[in-house]
């Protein structure tokens, strides 16, 4: 399985950006989709989780209110509308496949990673 991450770029800061995330193959429709992030010298954080059936979601403290995660009805695709963007958010910003149906923030849930897509927020 191989996932591509894109929709990363350069905003300034209250603008908004959306991430997009395809899966190689039609996995993840019994599976729960994440993503992650990662800013330089910091260590890898939780940002958001949907479940299979896309019913459940649930998102970091840091990004609650801001950011929507959603995914298609085939299950291949996992998007992340970024809105009201912050400097703070400024990272590589990674997808991931979880082991099952249920998501959770843990990164040790997740079986398979994008190669993640880099976020730049300007002040």
């Known amino acids: 399985v191989q996932l591509q991450a894109s929709g990363g770029g350069l905003v300034q800061a209250g603008g908004s950006l959306r991430l997009s995330c395809a899966a190689s193959?039609?996995?993840?429709?019994?599976?729960?989709m994440g993503w992650f992030r990662q800013a330089p010298g910091k260590e890898r954080e939780f940002v958001a989780y949907?479940?299979?059936?896309?019913?459940?979601?649930y998102y970091g403290d840091s990004v609650k209110g801001r950011f929507t995660i959603s995914r298609d009805n085939a299950g291949n695709t996992v998007y992340l509308q970024m809105n009201s963007l912050k400097p703070e958010d400024t990272a590589v910003y990674y997808c991931?496949?979880?082991?099952?149906?249920?998501?959770?923030?843990?990164?040790?849930?997740?079986?398979?990673w994008g190669q993640g897509t880099l976020v730049t927020v300007s002040s």
């Open positions: 193959r039609r996995t993840s429709s019994n599976n729960a």
């Open positions: 991931a496949v979880a082991r099952g149906s249920a998501g959770s923030p843990n990164a040790a849930y997740y079986q398979y």
């Open positions: 949907i479940s299979w059936r896309g019913g459940g979601t």
